[in-house]
């Protein structure tokens, strides 16, 4: 009776559940055993374990920082440089390669053969050469083609690309503050808008036009704090110094240093060709009988994209972009090659080498890693949930 | 999904200690030396070199290792195993470069490395010695009109390698000049060398052994010229495991051995018509008086070996370094006798 219920019970959850459970405590005994191991190890050799390092100051320059930063930070500071380096390319990567794969793959599908070709070349030829050579190819190539400072090319005077970087103005702002909050202001009242239009929409069917009062809002808020608000924007232009008979800088203004634009440049191309059969697939995907449906009750090209054809294609396309863009972030720290101070070069290349801390320190680049690529995760996760089928 | 996270982390870090743990090498505090073991059981020598520098540790194309770098790890293995040829090359990075020999993937480390304190104190490494002494200096092009370090000015841009003290002096340097500069440094020495020539620095810094064996790889080398001060101190030498006191005299003497032949005139061609030579230092040096080699658990023929198959240090820079056209002056790496500063403690 209740014996046998006991046994039933057995047999169906806790079967599932013993070999979980034996799974869990043998990685963890693993674990243990590697961890003694490695600390009897490293006793044995007079290496010591621990993570104060950190605090100690680092000595050591980076070329480019999105923070205050020189030597004599720590290396907690020059581990955050990197991380920060690592996400700016990486961010840059994920834009270029979207807008680029997302062009690329429609293109893919064009009735125009000549642009059709063109795209399937584009992507058969740059998913198929590996990454690293692509990117020595972009800076090496880059840095032979471009011209050496003195003679760089010129933007109208106020920007200039040449073997050293590329210098653009610099922004130098009175009450920026005013002005962010202008523009955030801007985007709670379009929130709101879309809110009430949507509202409009399915009540009562009346379309509002929020594409142009969001444009109209975005722009014009702002623009009102430029007259009203104190608020004013004066540009730095680069000025060309000469150091030596042939050695001349440019002074002030930002530096886009070659190492970031070629490697930017490499991750994007790279994996834009495989967003763009992403974005392929994902519209093939959506059954031909939903644009005829769609354009029988009348709705207009742009509509049917909007309404029907991206809202379901974005299903199909979304998990493997979410892939793509993890890709992308690890493949970043192939800028250690070419010198981009991402983390793996700045905290894993010099301060590795500086303080001899392997174990720690390649423990904790390879959690910012992991870090970085679940909030990716979770993310697009997020992201694909939303876009997700509704069912009512 | 926190659970996948959790065994995610459980897996890294038990991948990473896995690399940790390595096999195990030098025993602490041991008499007998355990590394002088295995190397003995397993018939050559670990050795690890640079991935490539010309004088110091350099393959050519048929995968044959020469150098001044080399040549220690060769002296070890004509001690050790009677053959200056059992010696197993692993080419190394500087990052790479002390991990490898910790974990006991290496037993010798003769790969242009500076002697530091934090180096020596820090991270269980032992310096035995110094085989070249070099100081960082800098390379610029001669069109530059830049000709020495104190026509350096604000913005000026210097390449170099990544994970080596050269970062660290050039940052001491730039400072105590009060030179704000844009440090770009590679991971490997081709790469600094081509961004450089294809003009991305102004200059470029490192050892200046590392300069003069490096302006031969630029497109045109007579377009370069290496300024004539030195910002640094840059004793280069090979490195044991700390803890294995025998081996690490082993690979001290071996070096101290070659010095020390070249010093009392003794040859790779000479050496074995000196075992009735009239002066005992000469005979301790080839095997023919005392029993120097007891003490490490060698044979009395140890050093004799060293100096016919490897040959005395005078030899091996001339060979390597001179010969080669890198840097034909010895300057400071000349005998104590001759007014450098090579002077190392007596075999007795």
Redesign the interface.
């Known amino acids: 009776m209740n014996f046998k219920n006991l046994k039933l019970n057995l047999s169906n959850k806790n079967k599932d559940l013993i070999p979980q459970i034996l799974t869990i405590l043998f990685?963890?005994l693993?674990?243990i055993y590697?961890?003694i191991?490695?600390q009897n190890?490293?006793g044995?050799?007079?290496?010591s374990f621990g993570f104060g390092f950190l605090s100690q100051e680092s000595?050591?320059?980076?070329?480019f920082s999105l923070i205050d930063y020189d030597?004599s930070h720590s290396y907690a500071r020059a581990f955050l440089v990197g991380l920060l380096n690592t996400i700016l390319v990486s961010a840059i990567g994920i834009f270029f390669a979207t807008i680029l794969g997302v062009t690329i793959g429609i293109a893919r599908l064009s009735q125009n053969y000549l642009v059709a070709k063109s795209a399937e070349w584009y992507v058969e030829i740059f998913r198929n050469i590996p990454l690293i050579l692509q990117i020595f190819f972009w800076y090496?190539a880059a840095?032979?083609a471009l011209p050496?400072t003195v003679d760089s090319i010129n933007f109208y005077d106020i920007s200039f690309l040449n073997?050293?970087g590329w210098y653009v103005p610099k922004f130098v702002w009175v009450n920026f503050s005013v002005f962010i909050y202008s523009l955030i202001f801007a985007l709670i009242l379009i929130y709101f808008l879309a809110k009430y239009a949507q509202n409009q929409r399915d009540k009562y069917g009346k379309q509002i036009p929020t594409l142009y009062i969001s444009i109209s809002l975005i722009f014009g808020l702002p623009l009102l704090t430029f007259l009203f608000g104190g608020v004013s924007l004066s540009f730095e232009i680069p000025e060309l110094?000469q150091?030596?008979?042939?050695?001349y800088?440019y002074?002030g203004g930002v530096s886009i240093i070659?190492?970031l634009i070629s490697l930017a440049l490499a991750l994007s191309m790279y994996t834009a060709t495989f967003i763009a059969e992403n974005v392929r697939a994902g519209i093939l995907g959506v059954s031909k009988g939903q644009k005829e449906a769609a354009a029988s009750i009348g709705l207009t090209k742009g509509q049917i994209l909007k309404l029907v054809v991206m809202p379901q294609a974005l299903r199909i396309i979304i998990p493997p972009t979410t892939n793509q863009y993890l890709n992308l972030t690890k493949n970043s720290s192939l800028a250690?090659?070419?010198?981009y101070?991402d983390i793996v070069?700045v905290f894993a290349?010099?301060a590795?080498?500086?303080?001899?801390?392997?174990?720690e320190i390649?423990?904790i680049t390879?959690?910012t890693y992991?870090s970085l690529s679940?909030s990716i995760s979770v993310f697009m996760n997020w992201y694909n949930k939303k876009m997700a089928i509704k069912e009512k | 999904m926190i659970k996948s996270i959790k065994t995610w982390i459980l897996v890294g870090f038990a991948s990473l200690l896995l690399v940790a743990c390595g096999q195990s090498g030098g025993g602490a505090g041991s008499k007998k030396s355990k590394t002088l073991d295995n190397t003995k059981k397993a018939g050559f020598v670990k050795c690890g070199v640079s991935q490539g520098l010309p004088g110091f540790s350099n393959a050519d194309e048929a995968g044959n290792w020469t150098g001044i770098d080399v040549d220690v790890c060769r002296a070890v293995a004509a001690a050790v195993l009677g053959d200056a040829d059992k010696v197993k090359y692993t080419p190394l990075s500087a990052k790479e470069r002390f991990t490898a020999l910790t974990s006991g993937e290496i037993d010798v480390l003769a790969r242009n490395t500076t002697w530091t304190l934090s180096r020596d104190a820090d991270i269980g490494l032992t310096f035995v010695g110094v085989n070249f002494y070099d100081g960082q200096g800098f390379m610029v092009r001669k069109a530059s009109g830049i000709n020495s370090v104190n026509d350096f000015k604000n913005g000026i841009s210097a390449c170099t390698n990544t994970g080596t003290t050269t970062e660290l002096n050039m940052r001491d340097f730039f400072n105590s000049k009060n030179i704000s500069y844009e440090p770009i440094a590679f991971e490997k020495a081709d790469e600094v060398v081509q961004a450089y020539d294809a003009g991305r620095c102004d200059t470029y810094t490192t050892d200046k052994s590392g300069l003069a064996a490096q302006r031969t790889k630029l497109s045109n080398p007579d377009e370069h010229k290496v300024l004539p001060e030195t910002i640094s101190k840059e004793p280069l030498g090979p490195v044991v495991r700390q803890g294995d006191s025998v081996w690490e005299d082993i690979v001290r003497w071996s070096l101290n051995t070659m010095i020390e032949a070249e010093e009392y005139g003794v040859n790779s061609s000479n050496a074995s018509s000196l075992k009735d030579s009239d002066n005992p230092a000469i005979k301790r040096l080839v095997g023919a008086e005392g029993e120097l080699g007891a003490a490490f658990g060698l044979d009395n023929d140890w050093s004799l070996r060293i100096i016919e198959q490897v040959g005395n240090y005078g030899e091996s820079y001339k060979k390597h370094i001179a010969d080669t056209g890198i840097l034909p002056n010895r300057g400071p790496n000349e005998l104590w006798t001759k007014g450098g500063i090579l002077y190392v403690p007596p075999a007795r």
């Not at chain 1, 044995?44 to 290496?47: E, F, V």
């Open positions: 990685l963890i693993v674990v590697f961890t191991n490695a190890n490293m044995n050799r007079g290496i000595s050591f320059d980076i070329t030597g090496f840095l032979r050496l073997v050293k110094t150091l030596s008979k042939t050695v800088v002074r070659p190492e250690a090659a070419i010198a101070p070069l290349g010099t590795l080498m500086q303080t001899g801390r392997a174990i390649i423990s390879m959690l992991l679940l």
